[in-house]
């Protein structure tokens, strides 16, 4: 340290104040380094200073800040010792009971696994003079409003059969949609592309066409079709499948074993109206999140690059799927353009809704280029706020050494982002919410930049939150007990704080374990804590109030991964971290008539400091395949995890989950019209390792519906769609009777940009050509862009019919 102190005597005082905060804190490998002289030393001084405009509290108290969250870590301790953990309050559980329609990847026999869909009338049967498709009508002997249609289950790392107990070898496992239903997604993307019908052989018509123009005069189907029942599936006899692996999945539409048919009329109208009820239900919501959709301002956190997908540019450029080849940024700003539209069309006002996307130093440039390159995709520039993340330090080991990299004479400060937790502080610095609130605005959606399926369910989070008046709703999901998911949970400490926050999921597994029990389950066998997708809706004004009080700091944690078994040692440099959702532990949700000031008592419930009394936090849950999948893997990951029975994650999950989320929605509004979808069993496909279930490719643009509301007066006939088909609808329509095999794309040219009259298809519309297929990239040194190659696989395009305005 001689050195050290000859060369701090020609420091300034303030200089002088930086050396002492690295000696004060142990940072003797940095200061005896033997490379250190009086040029390099004025440079560590100044990384440290730029360090201090990102976490003003200083050096020398985020090294402390460190060193305690790493004891803790290391120690597996956590700040909920002596806390009871429940189901949160305010919580909105909306479970609709699929049944095998999109899970199926078995046979048996085909015929006879038809679907007896309720239309309102009161003996349960379907007016035949509308079904084209002549479906027999059959009836399910269980009825549940909460039924999850999970037909395997891990154990011991192995998918078992229920009725069998065989476990199937590694290599055939698959994923199926029901699996997925209670562990974490993620939609997936690529860069963008201007999808040219004309790219494709099309056949061109307009509606009025189509009126006299007979299609196809072939049969509606050569085979039987699946129907796609949404209701609780059978327990006896299970199904397999030509591939060779076993499904645990029959259709309901089997006839029970050891009972009569016609004994079960009352069993099938109840299972109805309590699904049409749900139905109603999710509708209500909606329609009350419509009435204030004026009201909604969005935050978008997209900090990350796809490094980790081997992609080598911003996450926002992922292409959600290959029938558009929309990219996230495009999918979500198209979103918000047609909100816009909405607005000036029912209410009679123009309006620029606020967007703020949040991005770091690895995302910033590129995605300002982008979005000016496309014209911010019809939205206005001075609508769209950019916030950027800044870095902080990082450390090498759990002593808290700060972690450097010595090259050509010079020191560089290893530092990554302090997580997605700071968009808080930065809307505080950078953000007037007080202009938003004075112009009308009462709401923030928060969400993640590689979940489409955030958008689809925002305005039934909307009337939950206003009709239970909440100040932050969670949008959740139902996971597995132990699933790597955060969950959200009602928290009570020992001074009889409550707060309902979420619990990343190895913490709550410490709490568990430290206190000998087991994480509470359901009778499906379900976590009762819900799954965080992190989609947050936050009520504007206490938002800011808090805001004002707090300056947006949240709980902050430490997250190593360790070398060894003694956890003292890290696979990589960690840093202090912050989470968004960690807001919800400034909010007080209990308190009665206790005042609205901060508090800033001490004590295990002061998580971060400060907590804001009389805050209603809650939750609504949905099924995962309408509201969650997100993009996290590679190939090579993405395979192991199926391997090991948990969801992929990857681009070919994400976009077989947005064509599923669709198929699920399009299912409930055929459902409560009482009309039938039907569709072929799912195929299952393996691209680059990754086997997974791949449904019809069923693509609704927001111009045709963004809401189910939308759906159910838009779609009013029976659907059927054939395995392969691709059903893309880029402008408002009306769709009555269809049969689809292969390819129909409604609303082609611009029609997402023109004002025009729906377009109405024919009451009975058959379309059947080659359509078009995903299919897997050969080896044989075939040219596809990195968008390409990242997935493993392309869309074919052999024909479509395009019907145009």
Known sequence: MRKIDQLTKTLSDQDKRHIADLIETGQTELLSHEGINERNILDIIKQIKEFELVYPDGLRAYVERAKCLMQKSEKKLHNFAHCVIERPDNLIKIKFPWGDWMHQFGGGNRGGKTLHVIDGRPDGRADEKEDPFNASSSTSNQSSEEYDANGTFAQDGNFVCPSEGEATPPSERTLSPAAMSTMEMSPAAMSTREMSPAAMSTREMSPAAMLTTELSTTPLFSTPLFSTPLSPASSSGEGCDPNGYRSGYISLCDEPKGRPQNETHTEETTQASGTLAQIDQYLQYEQIGLSQIDKVCFVLLAGGLGERLNHGDIKLKLLTNLVSEKTYLEYYCNHLKVFQEYIKRRKNKEVAIPFIIMLSDDTY??????????????????????????????????????????????????????????????????????????????????????????????????????????????????????????????????????RVVNIEYNFLESILMGSGGKELVDEGGLSLFPGNTNSILFEMKRYNELLKRTNGVVPEYVNPKYADCERKHFVRATRVESMMQDFAFLYDCVGGEASGDVSHEGGGSNMGGYFYKRGRVGVTQLDRCLCFSAVKNDPVKAKSKVERGIHPECMFSAEADLYYSNCAFLQLACLYNGKELLLDELEVKTFKGVRYFLPPKVLFEPQFAFTLTDLVKKVTGNISIRRNSTLWVKSDALIRNLHLDGALIIGGGNSEDAVSLPIVLEKNLCVRNRGDELVALSDRGEENSEQLRIRGYKLVRSEALLISS
């Open 365 to 498: 440039e590129q995605t300002v280029t982008y979005l000016r390159r496309n014209q911010f995709f019809s939205l206005k520039e001075d609508q769209i706020y950019f916030l950027k993340q800044k870095k902080v330090l990082c450390f090498k080991d759990g002593e808290a050494h700060l972690d450097f990299v010595f090259q050509n004479g010079s020191f560089t400060l290893s530092r990554k982002p302090h997580g997605h937790g700071d968009i808080h502080s930065l809307i505080r610095k950078q953000i007037n919410l007080d202009a938003f609130i004075e112009g009308g605005y009462n709401y923030l959606y928060f969400f993640q930049d590689t979940n489409a399926l955030a958008m689809k369910v925002l305005f039934l989070c909307l009337g939950v939150s206003i009709e239970k008046e909440l100040h932050m709703n969670f949008l959740a999901i139902s996971r597995n007990p132990g699933e790597e998911i955060g969950a959200i949970c009602r928290v009570t400490y020992p001074d009889n704080c409550k």
